[in-house]
């Protein structure tokens, strides 16, 4: 069984359970592929690649009803917010984005930069609003506020917090949709020196299987950067919800490199192969 495009939330949009995020060499030929494969997803990211930018220009001249276009800022003041947004339209020469995702916001934002976000919506330039946090906990006062439709979580086989301080509060009727980042831990969880005794590491496919695996996940963000490593990725769709013997073992394995890997080793050992100007060296996964 593999996974179909499901219904983001309270937003209604048909998307791609696999999204492909811009954060190392995702290219304009990646994009297209990417399309092709069923997957309209796209998260333009804290990294812009440019690559990236020239594949979703491309692909909304022909199909760009057919996309979802998440667009990440930090901006934490409104002016900031709006010029960076009307930059990101002229640069993909688009009308709106679909998303528009304030980046880690582990507080409340500012009401400024909310109202600011709110007028972009209003004026037709952003039509939906998303977060992202790395504080779980935060996520309840987002809920109960209903302040966003899209949230961007970190879950993971080695962290998965989220199935109890997030999902659980999930309600049943107007829900947000559901955003999964870091589903390999930066790689942390492919390198064979962090695996058990006689363990061998799971693929991107499997983590991006676990996430998918569980009903509160809409969405995993994958981020290759190397066409091999799209479509090894992409398995992942026709894989379909893993077996609870799989589940079983991706929960073992994360388990045992949380607790003997530390999240900030695997964080900075990705951050530091990035090449600003272009991608990043093989085995490098979000």
Not at 104 to 126: I, Y
Not at 204 to 225: E, M, Q, T
């Amino acid at each position: 069984m593999s996974f179909d495009k499901v219904t983001l939330g309270r937003t209604g949009l048909k998307v791609s359970r696999l999204g492909v995020g811009s954060f190392y060499g995702v290219d304009a030929a990646m994009v297209e592929e990417a399309m092709e494969r069923g997957v309209n997803y796209f998260y333009w990211g804290a990294l812009r690649m440019p690559g990236m930018a020239k594949g979703i220009h491309r692909m909304a001249k022909k199909r760009r009803s057919d996309m979802v276009l998440a667009m990440h800022t930090h901006a934490r003041f409104g002016y900031g917010l709006s010029r960076l947004i009307q930059k990101g339209l002229r640069k993909l020469d688009i009308e709106y984005i679909d998303v528009l995702l304030l980046g880690l916001h582990n507080k409340r934002p500012s009401q400024r930069l909310l109202d600011t976000a709110f007028e972009l919506r209003e004026k037709g330039l952003v039509r939906w609003l998303g977060v992202s946090a790395h504080n779980r906990l935060i996520f309840r006062e987002y809920l109960e506020e209903k302040l966003f439709d899209i949230l961007h979580v970190r879950y993971n086989a080695a962290h998965r917090g989220a199935e109890v301080e997030v999902f659980p509060l999930l309600p049943e009727t107007d829900r947000p949709g559901i955003v999964s980042l870091t589903n390999t831990r930066w790689g942390g969880l492919l390198k064979p020196k962090n695996m058990p005794e006689h363990e061998t590491p799971p693929t991107a496919s499997d983590c991006y299987r676990f996430v998918l695996s569980h009903p509160d996940a809409d969405v995993a963000i994958c981020a290759p950067n190397s066409m091999k490593q799209l479509k090894e990725d992409l398995q992942a769709l026709q894989g379909g919800p893993m077996s609870e013997d799989e589940l079983a073992r991706m929960r073992r394995i994360g388990d045992y490199v949380h607790e003997r890997v530390p999240a900030i080793k695997d964080d900075l050992g990705a951050i530091r192969t990035i090449r600003w100007r272009g991608c990043a060296p093989e085995q490098r996964r979000m």
